[in-house]
T-cell receptor, first 115, second 112 residues
Framework: DAGVIQSPRHEVTEMGQEVTLRCKPI?????LFWYRQTMMRGLELLIY????????DSGMPEDRFSAKMPNASFSTLKIQPSEPRDSAVYFC?????????????FGPGTRLTVL | AQSVSQHNHHVILSEAASLELGCNYS??????LFWYVQYPGQHLQLLLK??????LVKGIKGFEAEFIKSKFSFNLRKPSVQWSDTAEYFC??????????FGGGTRLMVKP
């Protein structure tokens, strides 16, 4: 199993540009999570999906952020327009939801730098 | 709302020293508990987890953690740390559904 796959691994862009981060969860997993990690705020849950449906997006910072999961094997996190304060490492994680036994597996992350 | 507290933000140890990282959570019901490790520049990896049964759980790389329900704690321990244990350690709690609540993390630096 390749684990959770994220692309790109690094992204450098200019303020105002659109950024799209991609995630492929582990095959068979039915839950997907997007996290943001910064020095100041640590690890924050942005949104999570269960069976491709967004369940909780209360962590999404603003309307500039949007996430989709068109099918069980793909999700995107989009920032439009991007701002320097969006610079962070964005992690995707997936799990197989079985009542309480839900271990999350993390992807390698996308390091985003907005200039 | 539930919360997870990691008391030590930064820990510096010499090799072969013993390690204990504190983790407390605020929730009175059934919980699942996790410790994740993040090596420099890498993603989070699971060290160990507690779902039920023996409250002393053993993980990879010689780490263990003890769930003490009366203290709402799940402290991480290792008897003798190595330089390669330098990383950030996150405690996390799963209460219901799929959402993990993470602690703020503890940065461990092991001096050779």
């Amino acid at each position: 199993d390749a684990g959770v796959i994220q692309s790109p691994r690094h992204e450098v862009t200019e303020m105002g540009q659109e950024v799209t981060l991609r995630c492929k969860p582990i095959s068979g997993h039915n839950s997907l999570f997007w996290y943001r990690q910064t020095m100041m705020r640590g690890l924050e849950l942005l949104i999570y999906f269960n069976n491709n449906v967004p369940i909780d997006d209360s962590g999404m910072p603003e309307d500039r952020f949007s996430a989709k999961m068109p099918n069980a094997s793909f999700s995107t996190l989009k920032i439009q327009p991007s701002e320097p304060r969006d610079s962070a490492v964005y992690f995707c994680a997936s799990s197989l939801a079985r009542r309480l036994h839900n271990e999350q597996f993390f992807g390698p992350g996308t390091r985003l730098t907005v200039l | 709302a539930q919360s997870v507290s990691q008391h030590n933000h930064h820990v510096i140890l010499s090799e072969a020293a013993s390690l204990e990282l504190g983790c407390n959570y605020s929730y009175g019901g059934t919980v699942n508990l996790f410790w994740y490790v993040q090596y420099p520049g890498q993603h989070l990896q699971l060290l160990l987890k507690y779902f039920s049964g023996d409250p002393l759980v053993k993980g990879i790389k010689g780490f263990e953690a003890e769930f003490i329900k009366s203290k709402f704690s799940f402290n991480l321990r290792k008897p003798s740390v190595q330089w390669s244990d330098t990383a950030e350690y996150f405690c996390a709690v799963l209460i219901a559904g799929n959402m993990l609540t993470f602690g703020g993390g503890t940065r461990l630096m092991v001096k050779p």
